[in-house]
């Protein structure tokens, strides 16, 4: 790591902390819509709101302390590429839940649980990978897991899709339910970018 010799804002880290954390609830809230049925599925959809706006107040924290601190502990751009990342991420997860509210799916296809899980995964590795930044230690297997991860979720959106254009669904619920798992898909490629920016952030920083 390059030596320093002027102070710099350690909030951010708290506030990455705080995001991904937040993350990991989102994504609690959408393995509990996979065994919902479609009375407690609005209710999960309202605590998924909730948690979304918890992140937008998260960024939105993030960005005002961007725009007011003089030194910062990484790149301005970089900063904000990661706090955009994982806002991107709250919001592809918050309008999944909230498309299956406002579609009426009685039932998601099967596969849509091996997406979730993967999401889960990611989610719980961006959290523990965000107070890495402080040291910008630990982080290598990080990034090249959930690049492995994105990966995955790939090959099970893209047989998902095959699923759904079997010829079993009318073509109203092919829409339906493909907008679903394409911003499932979205939610991982989210993933992908944090992942990148932090490894853009590490080899700046090392």
């Known amino acids: 790591m390059r030596f320093r010799l002027t102070p710099r804002e350690t909030s951010f880290y708290d506030m990455f902390a705080a995001s991904a954390d937040n993350i990991v609830t989102g994504s609690k809230l959408l393995m509990e819509l996979l065994g919902a049925d479609s009375s407690a599925r609005a209710e999960i959809s309202e605590r998924m709101r909730a948690a979304e706006h918890a992140g937008d107040d998260a960024t939105h924290a993030i960005f005002h302390q961007l725009n007011s601190s003089f030194i910062t502990p990484f790149d301005r751009e970089d900063i904000y590429r ?11 997860m918050e309008e999944a839940v909230d498309l299956v509210v406002l579609y009426q799916v009685d039932e998601l296809p099967k596969g849509v649980e091996q997406q979730i899980e993967v999401l889960a995964r990611a989610a719980e590795l961006t959290a523990e990978a965000m107070p890495n930044l402080r040291t910008m230690t630990n982080l290598t297997e990080y990034w090249i897991e959930v690049n492995r991860l994105e990966n995955q979720a790939d090959q099970i959106h893209r047989r998902l899709l095959a699923h759904l254009f079997n010829g ?18 979205e939610a991982a490629d989210a993933f992908e970018h944090v992942a990148n920016t932090v490894e853009t952030i590490a080899v700046k920083e090392s």
Do not use: C, N, P
């Open 168 to 185: 079993k669904y009318d073509a109203i619920e092919v829409l339906k339910l493909k907008q679903i798992v394409d911003v499932l898909e």
């Open 82 to 92: 990661l706090a955009s990342s994982l806002d991107d991420i709250m919001d592809f």
